[in-house]
């Protein structure tokens, strides 16, 4: 079980910091991502973290604004958002994988999170 966090509203040019617990004794997950989904689009690949944390992948839209990290010890993983614009709101999502490379398609996953809404105000 994925339970994501830290959503809310945010002036645009501000950050937010989103986090995601695993929880569940077996939960041996590896790979962890991020996923976004705005109103009447598709979802789409936000960032993703290996287990060790050695490889990242970022969304090339997004350019350097997205910091993803993880917290092993913690089963937690966090998504950094940094200068927010409007097109940023969105529902973002968690998501992991028994897979230990970076995995950018969502269909890959196979244990998501509820998501949590981030809405930017502009």
């Known amino acids: 079980q994925l339970q994501a966090s830290g959503g809310g509203l945010v002036q645009a040019g501000g950050s937010l910091r989103l986090s995601c617990a695993a929880s569940g004794r077996n939960f041996n997950i590896r790979t962890m991502g991020w ?7 598709e979802r789409e690949f936000v960032a993703a973290i290996t287990y ?7 969304a090339d839209s997004l350019k350097d604004r997205p910091i993803i990290s993880r917290d092993n010890a913690k089963k937690t993983v ?11 709101t969105a529902v973002y999502y968690c998501a992991a994988t028994y897979r230990d490379t970076i995995v950018t398609t969502w269909g890959l996953y196979e244990y998501w999170g509820q998501g949590t809404q981030v809405t930017v105000s502009s």
């Not at 060790?52 to 970022?58: K, L």
């Open 78 to 88: 966090y998504l950094q958002m940094n200068t927010l614009k409007f097109e940023d």
């Open 52 to 58: 060790n944390g050695v490889s990242t992948s970022y």
């Open 35 to 41: 996923f976004r989904q705005a109103p009447g689009k």
